[in-house]
């Protein structure tokens, strides 16, 4: 009978979690993150067309800076001519509050629900403490896969495999600083395309070249400020429910550090899952 009754109990959970739309279990609008830089001069993901629903694309530039039409076009990076517009890249507005870009990766959330999103950040550590950015997404964080993260893209960050240096020629092992480090002083950003050299500065000025602060972040409406640079616009960009976010998903429910998915799993191979369904 207990037996009988937890089968029965355990179906239901198992079930529910097994129908739950993945789009709808995963609206995560806000949380805490961690943040860091980047920059590279590839295309960023979210210009492809399959990273969500857009009234208009993220905008690509060619090594000229020109744009490219096309959002099917192949990324600079893999031999294309799509790559990063050098305005993607963020700017002060007052003391405490700048606008930029980002790659993004939201735990229980998907690419195509944080590319072209907004967010606001507030820094929550260091010496940038209580200072806020908009940042839209651009990117995919695809080093990370499990906590929260904002990588701003901050030119003087380190290229990736000199990428950045084969569309503006630069010198080999200098140009935007060291593999992984990137510049380590202000200075260092008058040896960049004079396009970029506002945008590096930004980090030793607004940003105080702090190291990975932690920040609040939340979804809010683009400002035209913003899509104005980037081109992006979502198509849920002035529909989206903020109180509808959903922060306990699936996804966590069922990773693998919660003990309840442990119970469920052990109990699962224990009853077997086949008679489990047999019960409805
Ligand atoms: C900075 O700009 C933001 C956005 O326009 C505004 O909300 C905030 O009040 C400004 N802060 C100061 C100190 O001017
Ligand atoms: C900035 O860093 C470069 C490279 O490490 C170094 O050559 C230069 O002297 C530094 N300048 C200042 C002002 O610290
Ligand atoms: C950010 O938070 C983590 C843990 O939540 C902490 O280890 C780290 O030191 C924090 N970063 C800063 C810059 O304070
Ligand atoms: C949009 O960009 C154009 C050209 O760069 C500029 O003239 C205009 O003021 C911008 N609008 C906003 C709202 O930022
Ligand atoms: C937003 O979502 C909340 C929670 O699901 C709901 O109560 C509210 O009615 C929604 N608001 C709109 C405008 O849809």
């Not at 079930?15 to 001069?41: E, K, W």
């Not at 799509?82 to 998907?110: H, K, L, M």
């Not at 849920?236 to 109180?243: A, G, V």
């Amino acid at each position: 009978m207990i037996m009988k009754m937890m089968s029965t109990l355990l179906s239901s959970l198992i079930l529910s979690a097994a129908v739950l739309p993945p789009i709808a279990s995963a609206r995560v609008f806000s949380g805490q993150s961690f943040t860091s830089m980047y920059y590279d001069c590839c295309k960023p993901a979210c210009a492809w067309p399959t990273y969500g629903s857009f009234v208009t694309g993220l905008k690509t530039c060619n090594a000229k800076d020109q744009l490219v039409l096309d959002d099917t076009a192949g990324g600079y990076c893999g031999g294309g001519p799509a790559s990063s517009c050098t305005n993607q890249t963020p700017w002060a507005v007052n003391e405490t509050f700048s606008y930029g870009y980002a790659s993004i990766f939201i735990r229980g959330a998907d690419s195509t629900e944080w590319c072209c999103s907004c967010y606001e950040l507030e820094f929550l550590d260091s010496e940038i403490k209580g200072k806020k950015m908009i940042v839209q997404g651009i990117n995919v964080n695809f080093n990370e896969n499990q906590i929260n993260w904002f990588s701003l893209a901050v030119p003087g960050q380190a290229d990736w495999q000199s990428q950045c240096q084969r569309r503006f020629g630069g010198t080999f092992g200098d140009f935007f600083g060291k593999d992984a480090t990137g510049f380590t002083n202000v200075t260092q950003c008058d040896t960049i395309p004079p396009e970029l050299q506002a945008a590096c500065k930004w980090r030793y000025t607004w940003y105080q070249d702090v190291k990975g602060p932690n920040a609040t972040f939340k979804r809010v409406e683009c400002p035209a400020e913003i899509v104005n640079v980037s081109g992006c616009l979502r198509t849920d960009d002035k529909t989206f429910n903020s109180s509808a976010s959903n922060p306990i998903s699936a996804v966590s429910i069922l990773s693998p550090t919660s003990p309840f998915a442990t119970i469920i799993t052990v109990a699962a191979i224990l009853l077997g899952f086949p008679q489990i369904l047999d019960l409805f």
